[in-house]
């Protein structure tokens, strides 16, 4: 977790913030390495999400809750880029207006007294009616005399219908922020259940699914994106589970990524996902969000390191390669479309009509070379990527680098740049688009195409994805 945290952290962006659901096993322990990552100084607050309503017999103390963690990248820039949430009927409820004052509702502001305060704020007030009081013992006027007579010329000084209660000093609804600050109380009632999730919502979109154990439900993931990101935003799930995250971003208009070691990138969220964009998926927050599909994505097959170190330290060509996935991998690096040729059997993949590229394990020498060039002739051009080579000369129609030392040119270990800048392979002809889960295509560039899993090529290089067929909708 602590190699997780520190890349996150590096990737977030300066108004970004991380959440993490944890449950009371490993919360604690987790806070302090993460205050050790972001700063005790960048903790906004532990959410309480109310994960299950129901109670068990068989527990010391039936587990009801997880923890959701909140850290900010830089928490004076996120505390003012965060979004308020909008008030419910019940606070909006609050506002009344009894005494049909024109400029419209209003509630309590200064709640006339206050537990704490100075002798100076218990002054004799002059109600409507002639009579006179002060806070009662114990109790201070919550407002200075100046501030009662300035809400008395204004209007704002509320004594009751009979004009003989204790002050109120109106606050209108036309004068208070929009939103409210997010509490950190959570409840099930409010933003789902595991059991809502799987029963009501994935049971019902997956059939012939085997159900996921503990899926999020989208109204939780739905007020988490609503506080911390704006449409476009890009949202990062690292531990993607059944998809939930990616399928609220992409129905609230946020860019997504989602990563996920386990079967169920292919057994839950691709399927979940052609749901969304195609516009078939009814419930979890669609109806809240409006939304009424398309988009689209790209699923990427995370490949092996293509360089590991031998025993003597050294960078080698990693093992679990062999030679077609080697040139496709390189291929990709290099910008050329793969597509190994029957007749030539120097020719893996091609960037123009006459310039190829050759990728070998073998080490080359000056004679092997000198055939090479021979080969190729003078109007054609070759990037040849080996293990070693030995050349007493040049070959104006071949480039030759030594594919250890040119993949660590290239590489982004030890740097602090995290782009996450992915290319897909160039298209060949009659080829469709590339695709994988990286999400939230606009719907005026989304074209319908259903991936299939025999279409994924593996690719090389650590840290690149290899890709199945895009799937998108108008």
Known sequence: MRDRLELIWKLLSNDGSLWITIDDNEAHYLKVMADEIFGRSNFIATCVWEKDKGGRGDADISLSHDNILVYARNRDTWSNTRNLMPRSETQLGRFKNPDNDPRGPWRQGDDGTAKSGTEKQRFPVQLPSGRIVTPPPGRYWAFSPQTLEKSREEGRAYFGADGDRLPIIKRYLSEVREGVAPRTWWSADEVGTNQQAKRDHLNKLLLDIEPFATPKPEGLIHRILYIATNPGDLVLDSFAGSGTTGAVAHKMGRRWIMVELGDHAVTHIVPRLRKVIDGEDPGGVTKATDWQGGGGFRFYWLAPS?????????????????????????????????????????????????????????????????????????????????????????????????????????????????????????????????????????????????????????????????????????
């Open 306 to 474: 293509l360089l590991e170190k031998d025993r003597w330290g050294r960078w080698v060509i990693n093992k679990e390669y062999n030679g077609a996935m080697l040139a496709e991998a390189l291929c990709k690096l290099e910008g050329f479309t793969y597509a190994p040729s029957d007749t030539f059997y120097w020719q893996h993949g091609h960037s123009t009509e006459r310039d190829f590229i050759y990728v070998t394990t073998a080490s080359l020498s000056h004679v092997q070379l000198q055939q090479l060039s021979d080969e190729v002739g003078p109007e054609q051009t070759l990037l040849v990527l080996c293990a070693a080579f030995r050349s007493d000369g040049e070959f104006p129609n071949l480039t030759v680098k030594r594919i250890p030392l040119h993949v660590l040119n290239r590489c982004e270990w030890g740097k602090d740049d995290h782009s996450l800048r992915v290319e897909s392979l160039p298209k060949a002809p009659g080829k469709p688009v590339q695709m994988g889960l990286f999400g939230g295509d606009s719907r005026e560039d989304a074209k319908a195409r259903r991936p299939r899993r025999d279409d994924v090529a593996r690719e090389g290089l650590e840290g690149t994805m290899s890709h199945a067929k895009t799937r998108r909708r108008e």
